[in-house]
């Protein structure tokens, strides 16, 4: 193979896929008919948050793919998890079929992982222990990123708004607030050190093989166990009182712009 021929190569390797542009154009739409009150509030606030979420998904992923390919990983670009596109990942349904599905059943924010990484490319635990937090950071990055506006009242005077009583509140303000929310469980959930999330893949390097050997078996469980915990009222409950905590850091109106853009996500249910 020529030089010319290897460049080519890596760009096709990282040039991003329509699908994710698809996903971006989705999300800007959504985003354009809240913020000029075009269309149904309720299915715009879900189009919007199910765009946005699997937008977020694909960083995550991609977020771990770039560090694995800078910690030693070579055969990331091959495999097309440069490319932010969906469905190049290698389980589809633990990615991004089960978290939407979380998202819509519960308001959960629970990504799962996807990238198959050859870790015998990669020397140095630390090297590992980045590869695996790279995703739930970026989750924080991205909550950050929606949360402030929201928390700073940059957003209030919008012309789309939805009427609560006698009031009339922002829209898009309510989608960003809900979308930061998910995104912000996102980074808790993921970073516990539960087998099969990217909290464990932090610290597995560090434990005994012996150890390792002996929570191998319950990896592929690990999300479906923090959802069924998460499912039971009194958890539920006690979680989300804590992520409101921390959505109070951003500004007096973030729960309540949080807890508005839920509702509105469950646009079938009203």
Request: charge should be neutral; aromatic fraction near 14%; avoid cysteine.
């Amino acid at each position: 193979m020529s030089f010319a021929d290897t460049r080519r190569s890596d760009r096709e390797e990282r040039r991003i896929s329509p699908v994710f542009w698809v996903l971006l154009a989705t999300m800007g739409t959504a985003g354009w008919a809240l913020w000029s009150g075009f269309g149904s509030t309720g299915f715009g606030v879900f189009l919007f948050v199910v765009a946005g979420w699997m937008v977020s998904l694909s960083l995550h992923e991609y977020a771990h793919a770039r560090t694995a390919l800078h910690g030693g990983d070579i055969t990331i670009g091959a495999k097309g998890y440069l490319t932010l596109n969906p469905f190049k990942y290698a389980n589809a349904l633990m990615s991004f079929v089960l978290p939407v599905v979380f998202v819509v059943l519960g308001g959960i924010g629970l990504p799962g992982g996807a990238v198959f990484i050859e870790r015998h490319r990669i020397q140095g635990r630390l090297k590992h222990s980045l590869i695996s937090a790279a995703g739930p950071l970026v989750n924080l990055v991205f909550a950050l990123a929606l949360l402030i506006p929201v928390g700073s009242g940059w957003l209030d005077q919008l012309p789309g708004t939805v009427e609560i009583g006698a009031e009339q509140v922002g829209a898009l303000p309510a989608a960003l607030g809900f979308l930061g929310l998910l995104q912000l469980t996102a980074a808790i959930l993921n970073l516990l050190p539960v087998p099969g999330l990217d909290g464990y893949g932090v610290i597995e390097p560090w434990l005994s093989p012996q150890a390792r050997r002996a929570v191998q078996p319950f990896a592929p469980y690990g999300m479906l166990a923090v959802f069924v915990v998460l499912w039971q009222s009194q958890v539920n409950h006690w979680f989300f009182a804590r992520i409101y905590d921390v959505l109070d850091l951003f500004g007096i109106n973030t729960v309540f712009y949080a807890q508005l853009g839920s509702y509105l996500f469950r646009f079938w249910s009203h």
